[in-house]
T-cell receptor
């Protein structure tokens, strides 16, 4: 099993540009989580999906952020327009059910200049 | 979910046991204790979890006190590769409970 796959590994963009982060879940998993990590705030849950349906998006910072699951194995996190304060490492994670362990991807290091 | 308290940092000599404490004095009867770790520049990695009994796997042991108000993660023979931030998380069990809330964790440094 390849694990949770995130792309790109690194993204450098200019303020105002659209950024799309991608995540492929582990086969058979049905829950998907997006986290953001910064030095100041640590690991924060942005949103999570269960069976392709967004369950809790209370962590999404503002309307500039949106997340989708177009199918059961893939998700995108989009920031439009991006701002320097969005610079962080973005992780996605998947799991096969409640109380099961989360498997994290390697993260996307986003730098907005 | 109940709040956890961990020391911000600890050192451990290579080859010795690393004992990482976690206080969760407000834990409820249906809340599990989870441990994850994050090695620099990587995503968090699951280590172990338990409800009230002690647990052991190939990575570590989890000792939960009888009153469940605290727990200790034990890495029996720490290596340099165990240097990481260790997170203790308390999470409600149940069909609607999926997400994990991470605190600041304990930064463990394994010293040669």
């Amino acid at each position: 099993d390849a694990g949770v796959i995130q792309s790109p590994r690194h993204e450098v963009t200019e303020m105002g540009q659209e950024v799309t982060l991608r995540c492929k879940l582990i086969s058979g998993h049905n829950s998907l989580f997006w986290y953001r990590q910064t030095m100041m705030r640590g690991l924060e849950l942005l949103i999570y999906f269960n069976n392709n349906v967004p369950i809790d998006d209370s962590g999404m910072p503002e309307d500039r952020f949106s997340a989708k699951m177009p199918n059961a194995s893939f998700s995108t996190l989009k920031i439009q327009p991006s701002e320097p304060r969005d610079s962080a490492v973005y992780f996605c994670a998947s799991t096969g059910g409640p109380n099961e362990k989360l498997f994290f991807g390697s993260g996307t290091q986003l730098s907005v200049l | 979910d109940a709040k956890t308290t961990q020391p911000p940092s600890m050192d451990c000599a290579e080859g010795r046991a690393a004992n990482l404490p976690c206080n969760h004095s407000t834990i409820s009867g249906n809340e599990y204790v989870y441990w994850y770790r994050q090695i620099h520049s990587q995503g968090p990695q699951y280590i172990i979890h338990g409800l009230k009994n002690n647990e052991t796997n190939e990575m570590a042991s989890l000792i939960i006190t009888e009153d469940r108000k605290s727990s200790t993660l034990i890495l029996p023979h720490a290596t340099l590769r165990d240097t990481a931030v260790y997170y203790c998380i308390v999470r409600v069990a149940g069909a609607g409970s999926y997400q994990l809330t991470f605190g600041k964790g304990t930064k463990l440094s394994v010293i040669p």
